[in-house]
């Protein structure tokens, strides 16, 4: 069974620092991975998708690695700000049958002006 | 704005009551999903609907009844919920269910349902 970890669970930074998420998953025979962000009581937003042939994805401030083989991804933000202060969340599909996707317990992030 | 839509953005009711979760999508998307999310919880899938059809249901109790009438409208009839029901219910969709690609899923901003 898939199981998804990200550390930290909370992180607190000034607002300037540049800084990395991490996501580990255990079955490494993934299709995809992607990054969501939510805010306090909405839904998720994708931020960005890397297919299991890539091993980064760019999207503005934010990049995103995918290694396969050791079960790791990262998501780096650059020059953070207060509006980047969510809960971003992890997640890979639960089994290579399809879109349904299997969650990390995300990382909140407080970004201090 | 999201391009999933649910209504009602929030919900309480009685666990005698009878209500039900709507949620609507115009992209053309086939698939179409459920999940719960308990406070400071990740998402859990609940059910998946691929192209009309009930693909997959996460052992979830026969209180909660989810039904796709069509290709864009996806409903979580609810009956007889217990307190430990409370959560956000978020709905989301995809083109397919067919794996690898860029096929991201697009969320709704969920519904908030308190039961008392």
């Known amino acids: 069974k898939q199981e998804v970890t990200q550390i930290p669970a909370a992180l607190s930074v000034p607002e300037g620092e540049n800084l990395v998420l991490n996501c580990s998953f255990t079955?490494?025979?993934?299709?995809?991975l992607q990054w969501f962000r939510q805010d306090p009581g909405k839904g998720l937003t994708s931020l960005l998708l890397?297919?299991?042939?890539?091993r980064e994805q760019t999207s503005g401030r934010l990049n995103a690695s995918l290694d396969k083989s050791s079960g790791r991804s990262t998501l780096y933000i650059a020059a953070s700000q207060p509006g980047d202060s969510a809960t971003y969340l992890c997640?890979?599909?639960?089994?290579?049958?399809?879109?349904?996707?299997?969650f990390g317990g995300g990382t909140r992030l407080m970004v201090k002006p | 704005d999201t391009e999933v839509t649910q209504t009602p953005k929030h919900l309480v009711m009685g666990m005698t009551n009878k209500k039900s979760l709507k949620c609507e999508q115009h992209?053309?998307?086939?698939?179409m999903y459920w999940y719960k999310q308990k406070a400071k919880k990740p998402p859990e899938l609940m059910f998946v609907?691929?192209?009309?059809?009930?693909?997959i249901n996460e052992s979830v109790p026969s209180r909660f009844s989810p039904e796709c009438p069509n290709s864009s409208l996806l409903n979580l009839h609810l009956h007889a919920l217990q307190p430990e029901d409370s959560a956000l219910y978020l709905c989301?969709?995809?083109?397919?269910?067919?794996?690898?690609?860029?096929?991201?899923?697009?969320f709704g901003d969920g519904t908030r349902l308190s039961i008392l």
């Open positions: 989301a969709s995809s083109p397919s269910l067919a794996p690898g690609g860029l096929r991201p899923q697009h």
């Open positions: 609907y691929s192209y009309e059809k009930l693909s």
């Open positions: 997640a890979v599909p639960i089994n290579n049958a399809g879109n349904m996707l299997t």
């Open positions: 992209m053309g998307h086939r698939a």
């Open positions: 890397i297919q299991s042939s890539q």
């Open positions: 079955d490494s025979a993934i299709y995809n």
